[in-house]
């Protein structure tokens, strides 16, 4: 079975410049989380989507961040503009349903540099 | 609201000798917690979960957790540790998928 794919691994872009992050999460997971992870601290959850609607996005920075997940499968992160930061590893990560107790397959994430 | 909290951010053992990870819960009522493992360069792996079917839960390469709701904790265990248990250990809650602040776990030879 196939993971989460993440891409790019890597992005280094300079500050107010705007930048996007691509997920495919397991299929026919119908939950997707969106993560910033900064160096040292755990994981913080930025948005989550039950197939294409979105759940919660009390902690996404919507004067800069957006994310959609148009059809129920992929999704995209976006950032603009950046902000210094916003340098952070963005997770992504996929459930099959929002049960209570299911696991949550993640992928590798994308480095962001913002310089 | 429920949060967890990781008490220390580091830890060193030596290979062989147990593992502690710390970890407490705030929870107005019983919550449903888990411990999710980060490799350098890997994605966050699902260690093991407590859904109160039972307080001692054993997870992957052997670890276990006991919840105690006496001393809102769910602290992470494993009696031997090994050089591949380094890594980044964090504590989590189901509600939100909500994460701790981490315990990076440093196993010297």
């Known amino acids: 079975e196939a993971g989460v794919a993440q891409s790019p691994r890597y992005k280094i872009i300079e500050k107010r410049q705007s930048v996007a992050f691509w997920c495919n999460p397991i299929s026919g997971h119908a939950t997707l989380y969106w993560y910033q992870q900064i160096l040292g601290q755990g994981p913080k959850l930025l948005i989550q989507?039950?197939?294409?609607?979105?759940?919660?996005d009390s902690q996404l920075p919507k004067d800069r961040f957006s994310a959609e997940r148009l059809k129920g499968v992929d999704s995209t992160l976006k950032i603009q503009p950046a902000k210094l930061e916003d340098s952070a590893v963005y997770l992504c990560?996929?459930?099959?349903?929002?049960?209570?107790?299911?696991?949550?397959?993640f992928g590798q994430g994308t480095r962001l540099t913002v310089v | 609201a429920q949060s967890v909290t990781q008490l220390d951010s580091h830890v060193s053992v030596s290979e062989g000798t147990p593992v502690l990870l710390r970890c407490n819960y705030s929870s107005s009522y019983s919550p449903s917690l888990f411990w999710y493992v980060q490799h350098p360069n890997k994605g966050l792996q699902l260690l093991l979960k407590?859904?109160?079917?039972?307080?001692l839960v054993k997870g992957i390469n052997g670890f276990e957790a006991e919840f105690k709701k006496s001393e809102t904790s769910f602290h992470l265990t494993k009696p031997s540790a090994h050089m591949s248990d380094a890594a980044e250990y964090f504590c989590?809650?189901?509600?939100?998928?909500?994460f701790g602040s981490g315990t990076k776990l440093n196993v010297k030879p």
């Open positions: 407590y859904t109160s079917a039972a307080t």
């Open positions: 989590g809650n189901f509600n939100k998928f909500y």
């Open positions: 989507f039950q197939n294409n609607g979105v759940v919660d």
């Open positions: 990560a996929s459930r099959f349903n929002r049960g209570e107790h299911t696991e949550a397959f």
